[in-house]
């Protein structure tokens, strides 16, 4: 039970580092996208090839990173990530209650956690995967705050 806890840790630790900015305060929640990042609230994100970006980032849709496309980390909500064969992902492939279809090259781990079931995979391809009713607890206060969420361009760029 001890190694699933720090494995659920590690992975809400892993998505809380890969998503774009994101606070809430009186009036809701706010995702702060940077100039370099992709974000829908409801709808997919496609990064088409030649592209480069920070985060592709889908709250209630899929992520498709095309061939020749990069990304550092690439988030899907409610929706898959597809990485196709010669599109890149830096870092780190999260779904939440979707898959991570991957053929190209992800470089970090993949985190997929779709009804009690969390499955992580590390960068050298070592698996975790476990059923946890706390991780099910956790995504979904995470996401009913995403519901709220309201993207906005960060201000300070």
């Known amino acids: 039970m001890a190694t699933q806890t720090r494995a659920l840790l590690a ?51 899929s992520v498709t990173i095309k061939r020749g496309a990069v990304v550092k980390t690439a988030i899907a909500v409610h929706g898959d990530v ?15 209650e979707g898959k991570a279809r991957v053929e190209g090259t992800v470089k970090g781990s993949r985190i997929s956690a779709h009804g009690e079931e969390v499955e992580v995979v590390g960068e050298n391809g070592d698996r975790v995967s476990f059923s946890a009713s706390l991780a099910r607890k956790v995504l979904a206060e995470v996401l009913v705050k995403l519901d709220g969420c309201a993207v906005v361009p960060n201000p300070k760029q």
């Open 11 to 61: 992975c809400l630790a892993s998505l809380a580092v890969a998503m774009p900015a994101a606070a809430r305060d009186r009036d809701g929640c706010h995702v702060t996208a940077g100039p370099d990042d992709v974000v829908a609230k409801s709808g997919d994100v496609v990064i088409e090839a030649g592209r480069k970006v920070e985060s592709a980032m889908a709250l209630l849709g």
């Open 82 to 96: 597809v990485v196709e064969k010669g599109a890149t992902v830096e870092e780190t492939v999260v779904t939440i």
